[in-house]
Every structure is written in structure tokens, then in C-alpha cells.
């Protein structure tokens, strides 16, 4: 069956050390999304990317970084540039509609709760 | 850039009817729905593109109206299931998927 796969599903970090979640898709999807999700609140777009090796900043993406180096992987570093990261973070993707017009969904994986030790 | 929800919450029992609105400042090619179960992935509900269309899945419609930059979500005799946090998403013209705050619905027998 075609979905995504985050992992690990739970991740602890240390003080001063970098993390990084792992986003793995089989259904083909150019484009892929990172967002971060707190506690009673929506979903802030961290990065994305519409093409292999290419990837723009979302909204909040100080202190995160990425990197899409094949179409089917775009993993999530937490840097600790990164203060406060504590929140649940999904991953999605979508067909890429730029060029064909259409506007298509997109499908979430089951996402990674990241504390801090 | 994010679009503004409202309200943020909604209490109904069985039956009741419900209407979710997502408003954004700027100028829209489409809006996303969205529902989300507590602890789990949002799940794609309904897709609407510029034309003022509706569209509909089992007891749940929603509109668009471009010219306002505004769409509703209508949710018609409500059923326990319906119950989560209902997200709307607004999209441009690049991919940039931005999100609502959510509004969490809650459904009583």
C-alpha cells in the first residue's frame, strides 16, 4: 500500500543536540511539506519542497533544516538553534500540480512527538 | 499568511447542524479541508478551486467564495464520528500550503 512513513513515532533530544525525523513516501508525490503542530493548535509550515533537490523555507523555519536528495526522502533536522522543540511534527506530500492546473490533497503521515530530555 | 478560522470551538449533540468559516488576506487558487482526530494525522475531506464551487462529502458540503477570499464548511446532522479538530488549508500558486488554527468540534450523544 502507497502512504508515508514517519519515524521514529517518539524522539527525545538533549540539550544542545541535533535530531533529525525521518519522512519516507511510495506514492510518487513530487511535492513534500514539513509542519509543526503545538499543543491546541494548527499546523505551522516549516519547509517544503516541489522538486528533488530543490526546497523552500515555510514560516517558521529558523532553527530547522532539510534536504531532499531523492524524491521519495525528506528528512527533518531539529538543530539546537532550535529552543522550544517540543511539538508534534507531520509530514505530508501531494502530487505537484504546478503546470497541470489541478490542486491536489495531501496526505499526512502519522507524525513524530519530539521532547526535550 | 495563515487563514483565520472561526469559531474555534463548537459543542452540538447528534443531529445538530454546525458551520465552520476560514477566511484568508490574500488572493486564493484553492482551499483545503481537513479533519483531525486527537493524536492522529489530519485526513483530507474536500478540495474547492476558484468559482464559488461546493462540494460535498457524505453530510458535508463546503463553499468557496473567491471574491470575499472566504470558504465555509457545513456540517448537516452531525454524527458522533464527525467529532476532531477541523483544519482549513489555502493555497496560492506555488505549493505553499498554509493551515488555519483549527476548530475543534465536538459531538454529544
Known amino acids: 500500500d502507497g502512504g508515508i512513513t514517519q519515524s521514529p513515532k517518539y524522539l527525545f533530544r538533549k540539550e544542545g543536540q541535533n535530531v533529525t525525523l525521518s519522512c519516507e513516501q511510495n506514492l510518487n508525490h513530487d511535492a513534500m511539506y514539513w509542519y509543526r503542530q503545538d499543543p491546541g493548535q494548527g499546523l505551522r509550515l516549516i519547509y517544503y519542497?516541489?522538486?528533488?533537490?530543490?526546497?523552500q523555507k515555510g514560516d517558521i523555519a529558523e532553527g530547522y533544516s532539510v534536504s531532499r536528495e531523492k524524491k521519495e526522502s525528506f528528512p527533518l533536522t531539529v538543530t539546537s538553534a532550535q529552543k522550544n522543540p517540543t511539538a508534534f511534527y507531520l509530514c505530508a506530500s501531494s502530487i505537484n500540480h504546478l503546470g497541470t492546473g489541478g490542486h491536489q490533497p495531501q496526505h499526512f503521515g502519522d507524525g513524530t512527538r519530539l521532547s526535550i530530555l | 499568511q495563515q487563514p483565520v478560522q472561526s469559531p474555534q470551538a463548537v459543542i452540538l449533540r447528534e443531529g445538530e447542524d454546525a458551520v465552520i468559516n476560514c477566511s484568508s488576506s490574500?488572493?486564493?487558487?484553492?482551499v483545503h479541508w481537513y479533519r483531525q482526530k486527537h493524536g492522529e494525522a489530519p485526513v483530507f475531506l474536500m478540495i474547492?478551486?476558484?468559482?464559488?464551487e461546493q462540494k460535498g462529502h457524505e453530510k458535508i458540503s463546503a463553499s468557496f467564495n473567491e471574491k470575499k477570499q472566504q470558504s465555509s464548511l457545513y456540517l448537516t446532522a452531525s454524527q458522533l464520528s464527525y467529532s476532531g479538530t477541523y483544519f482549513c488549508?489555502?493555497?496560492?500558486?506555488?505549493?505553499?500550503?498554509?493551515f488555519g488554527a483549527g476548530t475543534r468540534l465536538t459531538v454529544k450523544p
Open positions: 474547492l478551486l476558484k468559482g464559488g
Open positions: 519542497s516541489q522538486i528533488v533537490n530543490d526546497f
Open positions: 488549508g489555502t493555497e496560492r500558486n506555488n505549493n505553499d500550503m498554509r
Open positions: 490574500k488572493a486564493l487558487y484553492s
